[in-house]
């Protein structure tokens, strides 16, 4: 053979060679997880974007430009090095980046800048700063109008509440703060939708504010083992049933400098939650709920005085009503706001006036609206998103609030982010499909046209990607649909048999398959995949997106319907010729944590092994609002608890299981999986115990990554 024509092929076998060996690459956790040295390279890449008005603003390191929003072209507005060498002679501090860069003003050329040490207003076409604040103790609960230029902070070693107004005056607003008595956070441990504990009025002249008075709730016993000597750092823990905090709401007015509380009545055993303000600063809206959950009103009030002005609308219902949004004022009439309710069994919009009265319905449906995104005002029409689509989807849509003609505005597929600009014009949509990591458009709300912006490469295109379906199976009900996502290594042989695990959450405000990149799988998965495994992945009822009464469906049984539902995923793979039913194990976290045991100990002749990470054990140990909400309280419902509780299953356990529990878990204290343990001692059942020191719910940066090689290990030794 000729040498050159058998150099050439050479080449190429050694080319082809190389590439399959590329397509082979292995992942390992340091990629995959995101605690990992290398995961940032390994997800799919994104531009950070930001509305200056009208004009679409990409944010980066080192620069700021306008994005072109007809051809998505890009052009350099200022940069890292202009600011820093013509504003820190105005504000002492250099700006590290301009990641989180805002615009607050539509029609001015001002950019405000955090660096952790200040903040200011810059002008980059005069090339000044135009207001400059120090920011230095303030700590990171701060909220700062545009308004008014005024920021309101806790001092993070007094705990008191402070306004430092646009000329640097600084007020101390309260003297008692503490670890019992807080103020401007958030209350009711995050739950009803709440995030944040200080709201300013629209033109920035009046803040209203959470204060949380937890002197009656016992302390549950944190330990901090990282000093010379250990020494207790309790937690303020309601608990199912016992004392629960008393929160109020307070306004202070920079204009007359005083404070008044809101004069709601008694605060004992009640919920205030959804704070909003009148487009005119004047009235205070908030929903109030009783302890029960069951009984939610929306009530106004007088900014000024504190007084109750009235009661605009109640909803009641036999298991609960859990308001999660604030009402919503139209931005060209005063006099009419968007409430989101689930009272016809699906969370809707409704159209009232500020008198209480319904002026109509106007999303109605077997689909969920998942939140009001912003109005366009010339076309006097609400954006939002919604699962109208499919369950699996969230999809923009805008509704026109005099006709109801309802339009959607994005490609129809796939899990989808808009960010709208402030007149509603436009929108910058972030999404992914299954089979789609990250795409980016920019859509014009009026007449739909979209502009490809950025599409990013798949970064995993050499590696051993396994196989990602999705489908669904009937639950226990047998009528109701369930979506399940099913992951299969990358060289799977439906001749052979392959041990299967199921990972699980299945509680309530949550879900696992949806329609974003790869179903959404997490990166675990794909990590057993590639060591062997098939992993099933099922949202029972009782999660999210489907409704009211597919969520209420576990109403005062939380496990029960869930593990059911779970059971037909189990019987479904068990008619698959390449699952090994004598090897199936299961594995969750927090309440996929109780369902992991709860599986084990009721199922114990299924589930060979299972991975429980920060277990719920017994709701009676579990906090105040979230318990309550599902199970009622102890004393209501003991035949709920006593049925729920995995106590009096500890003596079921045959399989091997792994309890895994940061030793300061604030969420699922450590109660919970001692008690079991405990319970296990006396029964004589012998389940494995890892604890990471000092870690809360979740572990945190790398010790994720050690986390999940162990769980993994775990899987390894005893289930394949």
Same mark, same amino acid.
């Given at each position: 053979?000729?040498?050159?024509?058998?150099?050439?092929?050479?080449?190429?076998?050694?080319?082809?060679?190389?590439?399959?060996?590329?397509?082979?690459?292995?992942?390992?956790?340091?990629?995959?997880?995101?605690?990992?040295?290398?995961?940032?390279?390994?997800?799919?890449?994104?531009?950070?974007?930001?509305?200056?008005?009208?004009?679409?603003?990409?944010?980066?390191?080192?620069?700021?430009?306008?994005?072109?929003?007809?051809?998505?072209?890009?052009?350099?507005?200022?940069?890292?090095?202009?600011?820093?060498?013509?504003?820190?002679?105005?504000?002492?501090?250099?700006?590290?980046?301009?990641?989180?860069?805002?615009?607050?003003?539509?029609?001015?050329?001002?950019?405000?800048?955090?660096?952790?040490?200040?903040?200011?207003?810059?002008?980059?076409?005069?090339?000044?700063?135009?207001?400059?604040?120090?920011?230095?103790?303030?700590?990171?609960?701060?909220?700062?109008?545009?308004?008014?230029?005024?920021?309101?902070?806790?001092?993070?070693?007094?705990?008191?509440?402070?306004?430092?107004?646009?000329?640097?005056?600084?007020?101390?607003?309260?003297?008692?703060?503490?670890?019992?008595?807080?103020?401007?956070?958030?209350?009711?441990?995050?739950?009803?939708?709440?995030?944040?504990?200080?709201?300013?009025?629209?033109?920035?002249?009046?803040?209203?504010?959470?204060?949380?008075?937890?002197?009656?709730?016992?302390?549950?016993?944190?330990?901090?083992?990282?000093?010379?000597?250990?020494?207790?750092?309790?937690?303020?823990?309601?608990?199912?049933?016992?004392?629960?905090?008393?929160?109020?709401? !307070? &306004?202070?007015? =920079? *204009?007359?400098? /005083?404070? +008044?509380? @809101?004069?709601?009545?008694?605060?004992?055993?009640?919920?205030?939650?959804?704070?909003?303000?009148?487009?005119?600063?004047?009235?205070?809206?908030?929903?109030?709920?009783?302890?029960?959950?069951?009984?939610?009103?929306?009530?106004?009030?007088?900014?000024?005085?504190?007084?109750?002005?009235?009661?605009?609308?109640?909803?009641?219902?036999?298991?609960?009503?859990?308001?999660?949004?604030?009402?919503?004022?139209?931005?060209?009439?005063?006099?009419?706001?968007?409430?989101?309710?689930?009272?016809?069994?699906?969370?809707?919009?409704?159209?009232?006036?500020?008198?209480?009265? !319904? &002026?109509?319905? =106007? *999303?109605?449906? /077997?689909? +969920?609206? @998942?939140?009001?995104?912003?109005?366009?005002?010339?076309?006097?029409?609400?954006?939002?998103?919604?699962?109208?689509?499919?369950?699996?989807?969230?999809?923009?849509?805008?509704?026109?609030?005099?006709?109801?003609?309802?339009?959607?505005?994005?490609?129809?597929?796939?899990?989808?982010?808009?960010?709208?600009?402030?007149?509603?014009?436009?929108?910058?949509?972030?999404?992914?499909?299954?089979?789609?990591?990250?795409?980016?458009e920019i859509i014009n709300t009026a007449n739909g046209k979209r502009t490809q912006y950025f599409e990013a490469a798949d970064p995993w295109k050499e590696y051993q990607v396994p196989t990602y379906t999705c489908g669904t199976i009937k639950a226990a009900d047998g009528t109701t649909d369930l979506y399940y996502r099913m992951v299969k290594p990358a060289n799977f042989d439906e001749n052979k048999k392959y041990p299967l695990v199921l990972y699980v959450y299945g509680g309530p405000h949550a879900h696992n398959v949806d329609a974003r990149w790869h179903y959404a799988s997490r990166s675990w998965e794909t990590y057993m995949a590639q060591k062997g495994y098939i992993l099933l992945i099922l949202d029972n009822r009782g999660s999210e997106r489907r409704g009211r009464d597919f969520e209420q469906a576990t109403f005062r049984q939380l496990g029960q319907i869930e593990m059911q539902d779970q059971m037909k995923g189990i019987e479904y793979v068990k008619t698959l010729p390449?699952?090994?039913?004598?090897?199936?194990?299961?594995?969750?976290?927090?309440?996929?944590?109780?369902?992991?045991?709860?599986?084990?100990?009721?199922?114990?002749?299924?589930?060979?092994?299972?991975?429980?990470?920060?277990?719920?054990?017994?709701?009676?140990?579990?906090?105040?609002?979230?318990?309550?909400?599902?199970?009622?309280?102890?004393?209501?419902?003991?035949?709920?608890?006593?049925?729920?509780?995995?106590?009096?299953?500890?003596?079921?356990?045959?399989?091997?299981?792994?309890?895994?529990?940061?030793?300061?878990?604030?969420?699922?204290?450590?109660?919970?999986?001692?008690?079991?343990?405990?319970?296990?001692?006396?029964?004589?059942?012998?389940?494995?115990?890892?604890?990471?020191?000092?870690?809360?719910?979740?572990?945190?940066?790398?010790?994720?990554?050690?986390?999940?090689?162990?769980?993994?290990?775990?899987?390894?030794?005893?289930?394949?």
């Amino acid at each position: 053979m000729n040498k050159t024509w058998f150099s050439f092929l050479t080449l190429i076998a050694l080319f082809v060679g190389g590439q399959q060996m590329m397509a082979q690459k292995q992942f390992t956790l340091e990629e995959l997880n995101f605690g990992g040295k290398n995961y940032r390279q390994f997800v799919p890449e994104n531009r950070y974007t930001t509305w200056w008005g009208d004009e679409l603003i990409r944010t980066e390191a080192n620069q700021c430009s306008v994005i072109n929003k007809k051809t998505g072209k890009e052009r350099i507005l200022f940069t890292l090095d202009e600011i820093n060498k013509y504003a820190v002679s105005d504000c002492s501090s250099q700006v590290k980046n301009l990641f989180s860069a805002s615009f607050p003003y539509p029609r001015k050329p001002l950019v405000l800048l955090r660096n952790g040490e200040n903040m200011r207003l810059y002008n980059w076409k005069t090339k000044k700063t135009e207001w400059c604040i120090n920011t230095a103790d303030e700590g990171e609960v701060a909220e700062w109008n545009a308004n008014s230029k005024a920021t309101s902070y806790i001092e993070p070693k007094s705990q008191q509440l402070h306004i430092r107004t646009a000329d640097g005056n600084d007020t101390q607003l309260t003297t008692d703060g503490s670890r019992e008595i807080v103020y401007g956070q958030s209350v009711h441990r995050d739950e009803f939708g709440i995030h944040k504990g200080m709201f300013w009025a629209p033109n920035g002249q009046k803040l209203a504010f959470y204060r949380m008075d937890q002197s009656m709730v016992a302390d549950y016993p944190q330990v901090n083992i990282f000093d010379r000597i250990a020494k207790c750092e309790p937690d303020k823990y309601p608990m199912a049933g016992e004392t629960s905090h008393k929160v109020t709401v !307070l &306004v202070y007015d =920079l *204009t007359t400098k /005083k404070t +008044v509380t @809101l004069q709601a009545g008694d605060p004992t055993d009640r919920y205030f939650t959804n704070i909003s303000w009148s487009p005119d600063s004047k009235i205070i809206y908030m929903f109030e709920l009783n302890r029960d959950q069951n009984d939610c009103r929306l009530v106004s009030y007088d900014a000024q005085t504190g007084k109750k002005i009235a009661e605009l609308y109640r909803e009641t219902h036999d298991k609960y009503v859990e308001p999660q949004h604030p009402i919503t004022f139209l931005p060209w009439d005063n006099n009419l706001f968007i409430m989101q309710s689930q009272r016809d069994g699906y969370n809707h919009l409704y159209l009232y006036q500020t008198n209480g009265k !319904l &002026v109509k319905q =106007l *999303t109605k449906g /077997k689909w +969920v609206v @998942l939140d009001v995104i912003g109005f366009n005002t010339k076309d006097k029409s609400i954006v939002y998103t919604s699962t109208e689509k499919h369950a699996l989807q969230t999809n923009t849509y805008t509704i026109n609030v005099k006709t109801g003609k309802r339009r959607l505005l994005d490609n129809g597929r796939g899990y989808h982010s808009p960010s709208l600009s402030p007149s509603g014009t436009f929108i910058v949509d972030k999404y992914s499909e299954p089979t789609v990591p990250r795409n980016i458009e920019i859509i014009n709300t009026a007449n739909g046209k979209r502009t490809q912006y950025f599409e990013a490469a798949d970064p995993w295109k050499e590696y051993q990607v396994p196989t990602y379906t999705c489908g669904t199976i009937k639950a226990a009900d047998g009528t109701t649909d369930l979506y399940y996502r099913m992951v299969k290594p990358a060289n799977f042989d439906e001749n052979k048999k392959y041990p299967l695990v199921l990972y699980v959450y299945g509680g309530p405000h949550a879900h696992n398959v949806d329609a974003r990149w790869h179903y959404a799988s997490r990166s675990w998965e794909t990590y057993m995949a590639q060591k062997g495994y098939i992993l099933l992945i099922l949202d029972n009822r009782g999660s999210e997106r489907r409704g009211r009464d597919f969520e209420q469906a576990t109403f005062r049984q939380l496990g029960q319907i869930e593990m059911q539902d779970q059971m037909k995923g189990i019987e479904y793979v068990k008619t698959l010729p390449y699952v090994d039913a004598d090897r199936i194990g299961v594995h969750g976290w927090s309440f996929g944590g109780f369902m992991t045991i709860s599986l084990m100990t009721n199922y114990p002749e299924t589930f060979k092994v299972g991975v429980a990470g920060g277990p719920v054990i017994d709701w009676k140990w579990y906090e105040v609002m979230y318990g309550e909400r599902y199970m009622d309280t102890p004393q209501a419902n003991p035949e709920g608890y006593s049925k729920t509780s995995l106590i009096p299953q500890a003596k079921n356990l045959k399989g091997k299981l792994q309890i895994i529990q940061g030793t300061n878990d604030k969420t699922v204290v450590a109660q919970h999986c001692l008690s079991f343990i405990a319970e296990c001692i006396k029964q004589g059942t012998q389940p494995d115990f890892f604890v990471y020191p000092g870690e809360p719910h979740n572990m945190r940066g790398h010790q994720s990554v050690h986390l999940h090689e162990r769980i993994t290990q775990y899987f390894k030794d005893y289930l394949k």
